[in-house]
């Protein structure tokens, strides 16, 4: 493992410095503030939690930001890797530990939750577009074994939580512009007052983009509004909506990225683009039956859809078979969650035990049509034109689950749950005739996902655990709704991955900081990968097990005199067991073999950042991020290399009575390397990449006025 720690090491002793922006404030005597986490059983500390989470407050989210993707704020975070493809068509890519990492669009494999709302609908599939950074209380990212209790396509846990409104109504306005164009404005009121709070916000972001064809725009509404009942109780109210209308630079070859890394030709030529328009509401009811014991219940529904025009040849829709280059969505998702929880006593020890049950449901109405018209041979491109697919299809899941944990000894603690997930897919075909026939089929997976740790308070600033869980992925979909080699109907032949891991940490207290350490490993069977990658639309497959090996260092530092330091490094080797063809079947050259890395993911890397930050006046601060080569295909014979790049930023706040003031200025990419910011897996055509942009600013103010 030394020579894998060397790339990092070497940054190190070249006197990088480690730290960042905007941790939790610290108390007079330098120390941590505490904070906590949400967990099933309810708020602890992340020190008293058996298994690797972080925090990340809504204020250094923020904090000398532009504020419109999570990717600004998360680097931070050991274990996850988060990558603006600079594509707002395709969302983040973002994995954990691996899992999402073949993603080619939106977030696979990884459970995203607002404000306790799945953004990751029943199928698995999720998206980070409607989080409003601006209303952002926090944002909370668990991995590891205990992420199974969330169920299908948990291999990490990220939520986000809007702030609850305090006080004397609050009114703000942000600002910030930068490099290509990009400009951003939000409004919020909050405030409380009796027994109701509330928080009201809107943004709306524009960038003409760095590459050609990557224009996007984007509104966001959120609200939040809780009422504290006479009995005790409380209900909470919370809205979403976002629009976003982006166009869609598509990938490039190597060679395209080394000519001409801002250029888009194919996309330019086909207009590739993408509409999205989605509505949610959720309302959370908590009722306190006594001293011990607690109900909560959450209901929510929504509406997403979403038009994509691809860069498919009018050539390949020439099959009969074929369902078109224009994607049409419509998607009507809801669902419900009962839990109780008690504190109650095991042999005079404290027990606590939570049970409830989920069920999410999702409606989907697809449709395909050409994105030409007129002769193929002479096509008008880019436009939409005859129907070629039409299909109603429907998941849902039923998830029944428990978790206990019990402290039987004074530093001793037990902990294990137990979650059954069961996912069912149904597809009624509606594009039948000639050589069309009926695709519809069904398609049920179940999976029973235990999960088990046990902590040990070694001293008051130390603590070790060991955890250990299952956990499955469905595919979602997106992935079941094509066949390898140009066959109609859906890919009912693929197989949930189900994935055991084993985890051991420890975490400690030092000097006012916070130093945290995990070693974990990983078996999965049955892994879905990609088959085909081309034109926009992939097929995928089985392909036997897979391995994951890692290490996550994570240090935090805070003095009274406001310097604030962290360090998150990330050593994953994830690999292949089993060979295997991409596509299949074989022919030779397309043999993967068993050893190979999995593709999409960096196996290191390292976030340090130095801050100072007082609560008033000036502030500055620099930071660095480095990724190591990332595989860009399952056969290894194409990559990205690894980069560092650092940034620096410069900010001034002032309270004046009831007025707050701040503005910032800050340089991304500094030195202005070129470089890959992420990759398409297995793109069919070797356009893999997706680059970076150089050196690049943003500056913002921001007003508020308490009334």
């Known amino acids: 493992m030394n020579a894998a720690l060397s790339y990092p090491l070497r940054l190190l002793i070249l006197g990088v410095p480690l730290a960042v922006q905007g941790q939790p404030a610290a108390s007079p005597d330098g120390t941590l503030r505490e904070v906590t986490v949400s967990t099933p059983r309810g708020a602890l500390s992340p020190y008293l939690v058996p298994g690797s989470v972080d925090r990340v407050d809504g204020d250094e989210m923020r904090d000398s930001r532009l504020q419109v993707n999570l990717s600004e704020s998360l680097g931070a975070v050991p274990g996850l890797q988060v990558q603006n493809r600079m594509n707002y068509a395709q969302d983040l890519q973002l994995s954990v530990r691996g899992f999402g990492a073949r993603s080619t669009f939106g977030v696979r494999g990884v459970r995203l939750y607002v404000d306790g709302i799945p953004a990751t609908l029943p199928d698995g599939q999720g998206q980070t577009s409607n989080i409003d950074i601006g209303s952002v209380d926090r944002v909370e990212v668990l991995r590891g074994p205990f992420s199974a209790l969330y169920g299908n396509s948990s291999g990490g846990v990220v939520q986000a939580f809007t702030a609850s409104g305090e006080g004397a109504p609050r009114l703000s306005y942000s600002v910030a512009g930068g490099s290509f164009g990009s400009w951003r ?38 609200g939040k509004l809780g009422i504290a009942l006479d009995n005790g109780d409380k209900l909470t109210l919370v809205l979403n909506s976002v629009r976003i209308e982006a166009q869609d630079p598509l990938g490039l070859t190597a060679e395209q990225v080394a000519q001409a890394p801002r250029k888009a030709p194919l996309a330019l030529q086909y207009d590739t683009r993408k509409t999205v328009e989605q509505t949610q509401v959720g309302l959370r009811y908590e009722r306190r039956l006594n001293a011990e014991q607690s109900l909560q219940f959450m209901v929510y529904g929504g509406e997403r859809k979403t038009v994509q025009f691809q860069s498919i040849p009018p050539s390949a829709q020439q099959s009969p078979l074929h369902a078109g280059g224009v994607i049409d969505l419509t998607r009507q998702y809801g669902g419900v969650d009962l839990r109780w929880t008690a504190a109650l006593q095991l042999a005079d020890r404290p027990f606590d035990l939570v049970a409830g049950l989920g069920y999410d449901s999702l409606r989907e109405r697809r449709r395909g049509y050409e994105n030409y018209q007129g002769a193929a041979a002479t096509p008008l491109l880019g436009v939409q034109g005859r129907l070629r697919r039409n299909e109603r299809n429907e998941v849902w899941n039923l998830d029944p689950y428990a978790q206990a944990a019990w402290r039987f000894a004074e530093r001793w603690t037990l902990e294990a749950g137990v979650r059954r997930s069961r996912v069912h897919f149904d597809s009624h075909d509606l594009y039948i005739g000639g050589a069309n026939r009926d695709d519809s089929g069904s398609a049920s997976y179940s999976k029973t996902l235990p999960v088990a740790s046990l902590r040990y308070q070694a001293t008051p600033d130390l603590a070790l655990y060991g955890s250990v869980g299952r956990g499955f992925e469905t595919p979602t979909l997106n992935e079941l709704s094509y066949r390898p080699g140009g066959a109609s109907g859906l890919n009912f032949g693929l197989r949930p991955s189900v994935n055991d891991s084993l985890e051991v940490g420890a975490k400690a207290r030092l000097g006012g900081g916070l130093l945290t350490a995990a070693l974990f490993h990983t078996r999965t069977r049955d892994e879905i990968v990609t088959a085909t990658n081309s034109g926009g639309r992939a097929t995928f497959q089985n392909a036997g097990r897979t391995r994951r090996n890692g290490f996550e260092l994570g240090w935090q530092h805070e003095t009274a005199n406001h310097w604030r330091t962290q360090l998150a490094y990330t050593w994953l080797d994830a690999t292949y067991r089993d060979a295997f063809c991409s596509p299949s079947p074989c022919a030779g050259s397309n043999a993967v073999n068993a050893g190979n890395r999995i593709p999409g993911i960096a196996r290191q890397s390292l976030f340090a950042s130095l801050g100072w930050v007082p609560p008033q006046g000036w502030r500055a601060g620099v930071e660095m991020r480095a990724l190591s080569r990332i595989q860009a295909n399952d056969l290894n014979t194409a990559s990205a290399h690894g980069y560092a790049v650092a940034a620096l930023y410069a900010g001034y706040l002032q309270k004046w009575e009831r007025w707050d003031f701040s503005a910032f200025a800050r340089v991304d990419n500094l030195f202005d390397r070129r470089y890959v910011g992420s990759v398409i897996v297995n793109e069919g055509n070797a356009r893999f990449y997706e680059p970076a942009p150089g050196r690049n600013w943003t500056v913002g103010l921001s007003g508020a006025y308490r009334f």
């Open 185 to 222: 404005q939000s409004l919020q009121l909050s405030g409380s007052q009796g027994a109701i709070d509330y928080l009201l916000g809107a943004s709306h972001f524009r960038t003409d983009g760095w590459r050609e064809q990557s224009a996007a725009r984007r509104n966001i509404a959120n």
